[in-house]
């Protein structure tokens, strides 16, 4: 990435702007190639999800993640730059995409501040050939065009522009001066129409009544054969409201209910999005260090403290919870043993609480060797056991022979690539694709042996409950 010892938007002036735009546009026609150019602008306070909401079109791309109890957020509409895959080479392709891009990047402003300069937002199905009917695709990455994110300590918001030698000049400063202007004292008041719909008309279960628990016993003699050790089912269920959808409505609600959670809206620009609130981190890279965790087993929240407590420790003491949660880790291990990492992690798991339901979670760290790439880590990762089974082959061939719909970007990684080398994915989990008037919504559990198809159900309605919650007020 180059970097020009300036900072336009900061000297407070548009001449310097334009004068800073010039260079770039004289770059672009001295190597022959657009240049992407990302600047970056600290500013007071600002909310992400509440600019997002002034600034939402249902035609535009926009990517959203937050963790309210950690204090981040960030949000990506327009893009200025696109690109699309497919196939057992999809993160390969958006990594080349990503550092090809990088080469012809110019970035200035407060770049070093956390989610300053450019970002590539991803967002990778399930499955990497999910099918050309399917409102997302395999794998898109986009650099957005406005982007603001705040951090503990700090927020930032970034116009990301692409410079031709032919780039009118004088009117992309005045857009670019305009937008970081608006930047510097946010108005909120231009969002409407974020409510959500008060009824359900109609609750189908895609597969039918009784399909999950049929599914689940197929699945558990399919283990007993020995042809995989764990697969997790999901179930999906398509509600159709009296009046559309908002996404950023239902995610407003996700946000405050799961402030542990990563609350996240995708929008393909055709007026679908993708929302939910994923207790899951498939992965981060920070500093050269690698973070991730193993994530399964479940059980309910209890309705006292002592019950709570009760419920938590069975948890820990579960044979059949702990064989699954073993799995993920085992699993991780195996998949990143060709790096040769040395993983840190507890002996065993802990629980991890939340609004509605605890989980066993071990957390894993690692140092990273040089010229590893977060997309080379995202690609060994996904998808966990947790999400998907083990052993990986068999149990992904099995989710596409007992599910009776699509996953989509249910329980597809979904985050961002930055331009140090660091950045940050987790699971499209406890998710919905949102489509006007129609939700159509996810939630599997892990089965393995000792399952009990009546227990998988009761954890799947659980989940369910949290999304429809969110749906409708």
Known sequence: MKSFPVNPAGEGRPEALRAFLEQCRAEAARVGRPQLVSISLAVDQ??????????FEPAELHFYAERPACGMAVAGAEAVLEFTTHGPRRFADAKTFILQTLSETIAVGAVDVPLGGPNFFIAAAFFDDPGAAEPFPALRVFVPRWQVARGESSSVAVANLLVTPETPVDLLATKVWKAHEKFRAFDYRSAAGLGR???????????????????????????????????????????????????LGVLNHLRQRFPDCYAFSVANGRGQSFIGASP???????????????????????????????????????????????????????RLADLKLELEYP????????????????PIAAALPAGVHVLDLV?????????????????????????????????????????????EFFVGLRS???????????????????????????????????LLNALVG
């Open 46 to 55: 600002l909310d992400p999800l509440a600019v997002l909401e002034s600034i």
């Open 197 to 247: 719909p008060s009824t359900i008309v109609r609750d189908e279960e895609l597969g039918g009544a009784g399909g999950y628990i049929r599914t689940v016993n197929r699945a558990l003699g399919e283990i007993r054969r020995g042809d995989y050790r764990k697969v997790v089912l999901a179930r999906a269920r398509r509600f159709v409201a009296d009046e559309a959808f908002h996404p």
């Open 280 to 334: 899951e981190r498939l992965m981060a890279v920070e500093q050269g260090r690698l973070f991730t965790e193993a994530l399964a087993g479940t059980a309910p929240r209890g309705r006292t403290a002592s019950e709570d407590a009760a419920l938590g420790r069975a948890l820990l003491q579960s044979e059949k919870d702990l064989r699954e949660q073993f799995l993920v880790l085992e699993s991780i291990q195996r």
């Open 347 to 362: 002996p065993g798991p802990r629980l991890r609480i939340l609004s509605n339901l605890q989980h066993l979670q071990t």
């Open 379 to 423: 690609e060994r990762l996904h998808p966990t056991p947790a999400v998907g089974g083990t052993p990986r082959s068999p149990a992904c061939a099995a989710l596409r022979r007992l599910e009776p719909f699509s996953r989509g970007l249910y329980a597809g990684p979904l985050g961002w690539v930055n331009h140090r080398g660091g950045g």
């Open 432 to 466: 919905a694709l949102i489509d006007g008037a129609t939700a159509t919504a996810y939630a599997g559990a892990g089965i393995v042996a000792g399952s009990e198809a009546s227990a998988e159900l009761a954890e799947t309605e659980l989940k369910f409950d949290a």
